[in-house]
């Protein structure tokens, strides 16, 4: 009964803390709650007129939304990122991060599953995938196995997030032989997420550009590039805003784990043109058609160059000790890396993949306004999630904001501050 | 892609055992048995043939005593002057397969007078290959039942005799280009 | 002709599991979501049972005759004409083959616009599904060199070999393999089909086929009631909802009742080939055994029942 009537009061206070906020906070808020009623008007017309209002067509079958749903599983399994030397080396300053990192993993699944949903032609059948109640094509389906470990990897996540809050809220101290082996379960976890979402694709001979064994190891290098860029850049702006306190030894940590995984990433890069151009088979037109064009079509090329200038520049900024702990070329390189990511593991994977088509022809794709507006729609509901769990779970873990109602709590917070 | 040389062979699973079975002269195939008459074997129905309009029986004008038996080539004037003969060798000329006697009829190499019903025999002698893959349905187009009746065609029916060429065609209009292809246009529902 | 097998009643071998506890469970899940999807949408009660229609496979018999009185009264109120929703079951002892001959295809598209008419296609936004592929001699089978769209005031033209292409119906479909719910799937006489009443429109098997074989239903398709077929199978050319995949099905309409795929009826040139697999005296088993034959990308293993042959 005890844990009920906690539980309940901890809903209220989290949700009481959601609602006050300072100006700045609200005005973010109504910026996102805008973009998510365009995105909804968007969508709202797509269901109406069927996805031909997308741009998308039997050629290119997939598109923006499925980019931007691949780029944010990597995200989501990038808390893996922040998850190992904390918990494997038992290094502190990284473990009051942890929990960022899963609360940002919890808001990219939020937005997974929102791109899923808007790409499927029939939403109101969505029930048929979901076990047990519907029919899952399992094990044989890759997209079965996807839908069965993002669900499993959110459940975790969120379980998680909210057991330490809830912890730090009551002012107990979390049961470790609890928390330890989810927490290492987290990393198979994050693993398995990205890398069945790469085999998704690698599984498909039809599409000889996705049809490489380097490609789920590539998103694995690539999510621990785009990922903790955010989240630096997140450390950095909560600093400043709130009371939470982040050293700087825990920032470039993560800094120089992102300047090994990013040469990784264009290492592996590498491999795949070589492999591609030297052998000049007839697979290569994908590779041409995303950085050189194919019978004048060069929609993609500057995005493909882009996004390679982009990797080097940020892994030299990384690489580079006296960049990698200067605030702003760190900053820069986060910027960088996330672009050079989005590009790659977003329309650079999924365009070239499907053009030319099955038979051959070349249909240039292009996001239409709708599957920009209705992604828009869903980032923003993404930022909203994420906003709204750090709105409550700041105060939470600062110990600032505890059963007492305000008081600062007698017990010690999650990560009692210095 | 596949090399245009490979023969590829049925697919092994549980067939190339009941291929087994048979006695090789089977598989090697030959035309079904046929009448004495040159019919097809039942089952087998083909059309008229495709004669332009009244000009059959040709015995109406040859009737061989208005008209007296011309057996020298020469460019048709008077009659059939429609004809364009492009086929086969240049001596090619209208007595080779029309027998001069019996216009009514066509007639083989060995002499055997035929009916214009079974002109495929007089193709068939040439062009023994076709005429083969014709009889069990592979050239040429069959309509009705894939495990029945079925409606065969004769060669002339989509080879003109006198000019065999296949007559090229207009195309059916290209499907619409993918970035044609819009919501709201004919507005339909 | 459906005595010795009827998967219709059993379900196929692939789709036993949890049959049984699924029957209690939709028992369960129909009551309550009736009510509430009743309740919510406010329509009638053909409505329900088409958001709480299961799995093809999982369908009793009696299931499937609702469904199918069901779909017929959908289709008269939509079309204002009956239409008659078949059902017909794999021929046992058949497997469809299918052979098309390279050297006589002249690319008219008379195929293409014949399987429109006969399986109801929409017409606006377009789907077809026979694509014809205008390739280069010199370049041989090599779809960098193919075009769809040529023109031309008659056809073939110099230099040029048309190559149609369709659902290969293959003996290891990457789509049935691929489909996240099991909306598709082999059948025994080796039709690859789609229940359209399960497809949750994922596009999943569209990027697993390599023979770009499968159609989305972008928008809500358009057939005027005058070019509509109302000769349908359930599983074939009965019109489709917005938002689901369709594809080729060799006419099963057509065929499980012994007549010729309508492409192959109408094609001028007789390149189109047809029958059964397991008959050594089928037109389909001589191209086999005497034309020099090959498969469509044969190194993806897919094994299609759909061979390209040379004829002369």
Redesign the interface.
């Known amino acids: 009964m005890d844990i009920l009537r906690n539980l309940a009061s901890f809903l209220a206070d989290s949700v009481r803390l959601v609602f006050r906020g300072n100006r700045a906070y609200r005005i973010w808020v109504a910026v996102l709650l805008v973009l998510m009623a365009a995105g909804g008007l968007a969508y709202a017309n797509q269901l109406r007129?069927?996805?031909?209002?997308?741009?998308?067509?039997?050629?290119?079958?997939?598109g923006f939304y499925i980019g931007n749903f691949t780029f944010l599983v990597g995200v989501a399994a990038a808390a893996i990122m922040l998850v190992i030397p904390a918990y494997v080396y038992d290094w502190e300053p990284i473990k009051e991060i942890t929990i960022l990192g899963e609360m940002l993993a919890i808001a990219a699944l939020v937005m997974c599953l929102g791109f899923?949903m808007v790409?499927?032609?029939?939403p109101?059948?969505?029930w048929?995938?979901m076990p047990?109640?519907?029919?899952?094509?399992w094990p044989?389906?890759?997209?079965?196995w996807d839908?069965l470990v993002l669900n499993a990897y959110l459940l975790l996540n969120w379980f998680v997030v909210t057991y330490l809050l809830y912890c730090a809220y009551t002012g107990k101290h979390y049961i470790k032989k609890l928390v330890l082996p989810l927490v290492l379960l987290s990393i198979p976890m994050a693993v398995s997420i990205h890398t069945v979402t790469a085999y998704?694709?690698n599984?498909?001979?039809?599409?000889p550009f996705w049809n490489s064994a380097i490609l789920a190891p590539k998103f694995l290098a690539s999510a621990f590039c785009s990922g903790p860029a955010i989240l630096l850049i997140l450390l950095q702006i909560l600093r400043k805003t709130t009371p939470l306190r982040i050293k700087d030894e825990a920032i470039f940590k993560v800094a120089e784990l992102m300047a090994y995984t990013m040469g990784f990433n264009l290492f592996l890069t590498a491999a795949e043109a070589f492999k591609e151009f030297y052998s000049n088979t007839?697979h290569v037109?994908f590779s041409q058609y995303l950085y050189f064009g194919l019978k004048g079509h060069t929609t993609l090329v500057p995005y493909a160059w882009a996004s390679v200038a982009c990797g080097l520049a940020a892994f030299l900024l990384f690489l580079i000790p006296k960049t990698r702990t200067n605030w702003v070329t760190l900053n820069l390189g986060c910027v960088l890396i996330y672009s050079s990511v989005y590009i790659e593991k977003g329309m650079g994977l999924i365009i070239p993949?499907?053009t030319?088509?099955?038979?051959?022809?070349i249909?240039?794709y292009r996001p239409s306004t709708t599957e920009i507006f209705v992604a828009a729609g869903i980032f923003a509901t993404g930022f909203l999630v994420f906003t709204l769990m750090l709105k409550a779970a700041v105060p939470i873990m600062l110990g600032q904001h505890t059963m007492g109602k305000g008081h600062p709590a007698p017990a010690e917070p999650l990560d009692p501050a210095p | 892609m596949p090399s245009l040389a490979t023969r590829s062979r049925f697919p092994a699973w549980g067939l190339g055992l009941l291929l087994g079975l048979l006695p090789p002269a089977l598989r090697a195939q030959a035309p079904p048995a046929r009448g004495g008459d040159g019919s097809m074997p039942e089952g087998i129905q083909v059309p008229k043939p495709p004669f332009s309009e009244g000009i059959f029986p040709c015995t109406s004008c040859h009737d061989g005593k208005s008209m007296k038996v011309n057996p020298t080539p020469r460019p048709l004037t008077a009659m059939h002057d429609d004809i364009v003969l492009k086929h086969g060798p240049a001596s090619r000329w209208c007595l080779d397969c029309h027998d001069a006697q019996d216009r009514d009829k066509l007639h083989l190499v060995s002499g055997e007078k035929i009916d214009f019903t079974v002109s495929y025999r007089l193709c068939g002698q040439c062009h023994g290959d076709k005429y083969r893959d014709w009889r069990v349905g592979v050239h040429g187009k069959r309509t009705g039942s894939w495990n029945g009746q079925k409606q065969y065609l004769l060669c002339v029916n989509c080879h003109n005799p006198h000019s065999p060429h296949f007559k090229p065609l207009k195309p059916m209009p290209p499907p619409v280009k993918p970035d044609r292809i819009q919501a709201w246009k004919g507005g339909a529902r | 002709m459906s005595e010795t097998q009827d998967p219709r009643s059993a379900g196929s071998p692939a789709g036993c599991e949890g049959c049984g506890s699924g029957t209690s469970r939709r028992a369960f899940l129909g009551t309550a979501v009736a009510a509430v999807a009743g309740a919510l949408v406010g329509c009638n009660n053909d409505h329900v049972e088409d958001f709480l229609q299961h799995n093809f496979r999982e369908l009793s018999k009696a299931e499937v005759e609702e469904m199918i009185a069901r779909l017929e009264r959908e289709y008269k109120a939509q079309f204002g004409r009956e239409v008659h929703v078949g059902n017909e079951p794999p021929l046992p002892g058949v497997i469809f083959g299918y052979a098309l001959d390279l050297s006589r295809c002249i690319g008219c598209r008379r195929c293409v616009h014949a399987c429109v008419q006969e399986n109801n296609q929409s017409r606006d936004p377009q789907i077809q599904w026979i694509r014809v592929l205008q390739l280069d001699k010199e370049e041989g089978v090599d779809l960098r060199h193919a075009d769809q769209y040529y023109d031309p005031p008659e056809v073939p033209e110099e230099g040029h070999f048309y190559m149609p292409v369709q659902c290969q119906q293959c003996k290891k479909p990457p789509c049935v393999k691929a489909c996240p719910v099991g909306a598709t799937w082999r059948e025994k006489d080796g039709i690859v089909v789609v229940d359209y009443n399960w497809c949750i429109g994922c596009r999943y098997c569209m990027a697993a086929c390599p023979y770009g074989a499968r159609h989305f239903n972008w928008g809500e398709p358009h057939l005027p009631v005058e070019d509509l077929n109302p000769d349908t199978h359930l599983l074939g050319n009965r019109p489709r909802p917005k938002g689901v995949v369709e594809k080729c099905t060799f006419c099963i309409q057509r065929t499980r009742k012994g007549r010729y795929p309508a492409c192959v009826e109408i094609c001028p040139t007789g390149s189109r080939k047809f029958g059964n697999l397991l008959d050594p005296q089928s037109e389909i088993r001589y191209v086999l055994e005497n034309k020099r034959v090959f498969k469509l990308k044969e190194d993806l293993n897919t094994q299609p029942n759909f061979f390209y042959f040379y004829g002369v």
């Open positions: 007129h069927g996805l031909i209002a997308t741009h998308m067509r039997d050629q290119v079958s997939w899923v790409d499927i032609g029939r109101d059948r969505f048929h995938i047990l109640v519907g029919r899952l094509n044989q389906s890759m997209l079965a839908v998704l694709y599984g498909l001979a039809a599409r007839e037109v993949g499907l030319p088509d099955a038979l051959g022809e249909y240039e």
